[in-house]
């Protein structure tokens, strides 16, 4: 049995992750950090796919309680043969009104959450010799978002941080590749009105928004043996919009 650790995975695009890999018979390390009852109805949805789920609250920002969440998903599993480095936050504002507690925020969340996840997993995978690491990022980090400038930009380090450790890592044999996903309807879109929805539609080749469904089954392909040489690559599923 393999096991999975998913972050951010209570709701949205992480939860059709869960959902996707527990079909497919992984055993499920569910992350959240404050959406607590969500996770509990997901973890029990899980197990009915007659796999383990263990759910563990922890802030990715916070390299302490990431560091105690390995540590127990380890002792529980014995391995994490999987890693999605899916939690992520918004910010949308103009760059010169952000503060630096929302910079420091952003930063904390999507970007130095994917290095503490790093840091406390890729020493078993490399004992183990073997792994595969999945990190989101956005569009956003390839192309840059007016009024997403921190977003942007803590996106784009994501995928620095793809390209650099999937060269480091490869000898080892692990792949560590990202995906960028475009306009995705989940939560993250809750500021926006139906009309601002629809213009978004409308500026999508494939005419369409995408769904967490789309995002997981890439995320989900590049975890499986089809991907095995795959690295180092930076996937968009945005039906187009960045083109
Ligand atoms: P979402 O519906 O807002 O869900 C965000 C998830 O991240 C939640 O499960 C949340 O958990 C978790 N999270 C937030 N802060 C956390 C923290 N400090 N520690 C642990 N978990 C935390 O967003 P989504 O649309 O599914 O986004 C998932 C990923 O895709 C993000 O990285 C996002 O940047 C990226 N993305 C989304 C879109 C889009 O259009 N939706 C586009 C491009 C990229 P709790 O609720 O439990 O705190």
């Known amino acids: 049995m393999k096991t999975v650790l998913i972050t951010g995975a209570s709701r949205g695009i992480g939860k059709e992750i869960a959902l996707k890999f527990a079909s497919k018979g992984y055993d499920i390390i569910l992350n959240y950090n404050s959406s607590e009852q969500k996770a509990k109805d997901l973890s029990k949805q899980i197990e009915k796919l007659g796999v383990k789920c263990m759910l563990y609250k922890a802030d990715v920002a916070d390299e302490v309680q990431v560091e105690q969440m390995v540590n127990v998903a380890l002792k529980t599993f014995g391995r994490i043969d999987v890693l999605v480095n899916n939690a992520g936050v918004a910010l949308s504002k103009l760059f010169q009104q952000t503060t630096p507690s929302e910079v420091a925020k952003v930063f904390g969340v999507n970007t130095f959450g994917v290095i503490n996840l790093g840091r406390a997993v890729v020493p078993s995978m490399v004992s183990e010799k073997c792994g595969k690491i999945i990190n989101i990022s956005s569009i956003w980090g390839k192309v840059g978002a007016s009024m997403e400038t921190i977003y942007s ?86 039906g187009g919009f960045a083109l």
């Open 153 to 238: 930009a803590s996106k784009g380090a994501v995928i620095a941080f793809t390209l650099a450790l999937a060269k480091e890592l490869a000898p080892s044999g692990i792949s560590v590749n990202c995906v960028c996903p475009g306009v995705i309807d989940t939560d993250m879109l809750l500021n926006l009105n139906n009309d601002e929805k629809n213009d978004l539609k409308e500026q999508t080749p494939l005419n369409r928004l995408g769904t967490p469904e789309d995002v997981a089954n890439v995320v989900y392909f590049l975890a499986s043996d089809s991907a095995n040489f795959i690295t180092g690559q930076v996937i968009t599923v945005d």
